[in-house]
């Protein structure tokens, strides 16, 4: 079956510019996370969605980052006025969370944003 | 705050031999524990996870030791290949808490043929 979906998988911008990112979950997971993976570093928690529910925008590291998702399905990651720090590879993750023990979460090949 | 600490940030080993891949974390809330294994290009892809009512879990050649007094937990990779060459993260998470993944720095793995 199709695992997760990223796109673009490189963006090349300029400081300023904003970029969208996008992520198409494994279908039928509920859960959806945003992750930040500079070079070199693990990766870093940005945001989680679960289901209707409000999501968790605990990791997101300035008001110039936003992330949507409608129901269980496409989000896009948002990033206004990019700065040179942006840049590094941004992954989303899915899982189902419909049964207890489903904590799994499969990672997709990330976008590359470099920032200029 | 780091809430998890990984350790060493290399290894290198030779075909055949045991791979070892420490982690130690702070918050005591934790309790579910995944290793993940990075290609190059690549997502991390889920290789063993432990819960900590349990203090060792074996999948094939990857066994995962965990240490709730201590709080760490290591892997082991047995009879080391050359296509185990990777990059590994171990992480941390509270299910009640959406499961949001903290994750160590990674250790790059060479395993010479």
Redesign the interface.
């Known amino acids: 079956g199709a695992g997760?979906s990223q796109s673009p998988s490189n963006k090349v911008t300029e400081k300023g510019k904003d970029v969208e990112l996008r992520c198409d979950p494994i279908s039928g997971h509920t859960?959806l996370?945003w992750?930040r993976q500079r070079l070199?570093?693990?990766?870093?928690?940005l945001i989680?969605f679960?289901g209707n529910s409000a999501p968790?925008k605990s990791?997101l590291p300035s008001d110039r980052f936003s992330a949507e998702r409608t129901g269980e399905s496409v989000s896009t990651l948002t990033i206004q006025r990019t700065q040179q720090e942006d840049s590094a590879v941004y992954?989303c993750?899915s899982?189902s969370?419909r049964l207890a023990g489903q904590?799994?979460?499969?990672?997709?090949?990330?976008t590359r944003l470099l920032v200029l | 705050q780091q809430q998890?600490k990984?350790s060493p940030q290399s290894l290198i080993v030779q075909k055949g031999g045991i791979s070892i891949i420490n982690c130690a974390y702070e918050n005591t809330a934790f309790d579910?524990f995944?290793w993940?294994q990075q290609f190059p290009?690549?997502?991390?892809?889920?290789l063993i996870?432990i819960r900590p009512d349990v203090s060792e879990k074996k999948e094939g050649r990857f066994t995962i030791s965990f240490n709730k007094s201590a709080k760490q937990f290591s892997l082991h990779i047995m009879d080391s290949q050359p296509g185990d060459s990777a990059t590994y993260?171990c992480?941390a998470?509270i299910?009640t808490s959406?499961?949001?993944?903290?994750?160590?720095?990674?250790t790059q793995l060479t395993v010479n043929p």
């Open positions: 997760v859960a996370y992750y070199g570093q693990g990766l870093e928690f989680y679960q968790d990791g992954l993750a899982s969370r904590e799994t979460q499969y990672f997709g090949p990330g | 998890v990984q579910y995944p993940y290009g690549k997502g991390p892809a889920l996870a993260f992480a998470s299910r959406g499961s949001r993944l903290t994750f160590g720095e990674g």
